[in-house]
């Protein structure tokens, strides 16, 4: 008894042992043979590898192509019932409309004209400062103080933020993509040409300028201070309507003065027309001339056509546009290479 009781639960352990490796072995056998026994191999291998590499393409193309991201060039209807709900909803609809009413608002500000900011950089340089050689080693770009209280926002007969409504106007205009190449004739301190560098791809903005302070606001402030020294933009310090530091095989689709052309000679005006309109490309190219065009007018309208067909190009039209943020429209004229 004491041996059957003993045997008895040896030999339950023993036989399931068995049939579990006997189940191995047929799932190993069944395994070995599929391959031979499916006829389809080559296709479920097929299916497997496009997907993986269609998904890497797809990401590697939106992530490395900035011309193609959906910049908007221009603040639509929805941005601004936006930015009025969002007014509101801070009570600010209503504006203070004295001085009395603006200083109110300020408490708890020290406020600073820019000429009592430059006084208290020359003073102080700042609240923590460097001192003697220190100084030197840990600025990469030192900006002179007349530059970093903005005193060049002030040198236009308009608001520093009117060059937002330019850009708007051209890029929209002139369907602009960020590959595009655009020229601007007196850049001066980027107050439009910023908003191009920011949204055109590296080295596709080109500027010639002439004064000397413009030059200093737009490279020693604008550029750094705003992120865009990597958008490599080509600003030349020239005069005379010369081009050839831009390169020979260079050609633009937008050429733009903004209230350049009213202060210069209108010889020196035909002058760079007649060097740029090779410049322009045919069909979508374009230059655009702000406010007037007596250099063409000054010469009838028979003898300015006669000398745009001769330089190549054509008269469009006149367009006009609003600025978003204060009372006030701008008037541009439009010019196209002649269809051939």
Known sequence: MALLSSASPTRSIVVPALLLLSAASGALLLFCLLPS???STPSSCSCSCPATSTTTTTVTTTTTSPSAKSIPTSTSQEDVLW?????AQNLLVDVPLSQAEWHELRKGINPRTRAQQLQDLLNFHGIAHYEGLEAENHTALPCPGELLVEEHHSNYGEPWAGGRDVFEFLASATNLSPSDMVMEIGCGTLRVGIHFIQYLDPNHFHCLERDKLSLMAAL????PSHGLLYKRPLIIKGEDMDFTHFGEGV??????ASAVFLHIPDKLVWVGLERLASRLKPGKGRIFVSHNIKFCRRLGGEECKSRLTNLGLEYVGVQTHDSVLFNHYETWFEFRRLKV
């Open 83 to 87: 930015l009025k709900k969002l007014l």
């Open 220 to 223: 020693r402030y604008e550029l």
């Open 37 to 39: 026994l499916s006829p």
């Open 251 to 256: 050609s633009y689709d937008l050429i733009y």
